[in-house]
């Protein structure tokens, strides 16, 4: 089984940045691809970004430009925010593909307000 806890998240102000940090313990020899995923209230949990175990990443159309979602070995997932804006708030998930199916962390909040 595979443990994941997301740290970094936070109140910020328009235009503003803040990075998140996923740690994953447990059976990590398992994981393939690692991901970023957001859930504003009302609203269904959406992928933000992902990455490969070779390193592919992907993201959402809303956020390319602005994130960036980074990986040291399969332990650590990272998620640069830059230019923050408002519809960005949600709770942050961080989610590890592995073999025996997805494993999620229990969330960050992050909200963008003046």
């Known amino acids: 089984q595979v443990q994941l806890v997301e740290s970094g998240g936070g109140l910020v102000q328009p235009g503003g940045s803040l990075r998140l940090s996923c740690a994953a313990s447990g059976s990590i020899s398992r994981i393939d691809a690692m991901g970023w995923y957001r859930q504003a209230p009302g609203k269904q949990r959406e992928l933000v970004a992902s990455?490969?175990?070779?390193?592919?990443v992907a993201y959402a159309g809303s956020v390319k430009g602005r994130f960036t979602i980074s990986r040291d070995n399969a332990k650590m997932v990272y998620l640069q925010m830059n230019n923050l804006k408002p519809e960005d708030t949600a709770v942050y998930y961080c989610?590890?593909?592995?073999?025996?199916?997805?494993?999620w962390g229990q969330g960050t909040q992050v909200t963008v307000s003046s």
């Open positions: 990455i490969t175990g070779g390193g592919t």
């Open positions: 989610n590890a593909n592995t073999v025996s199916g997805p494993e």
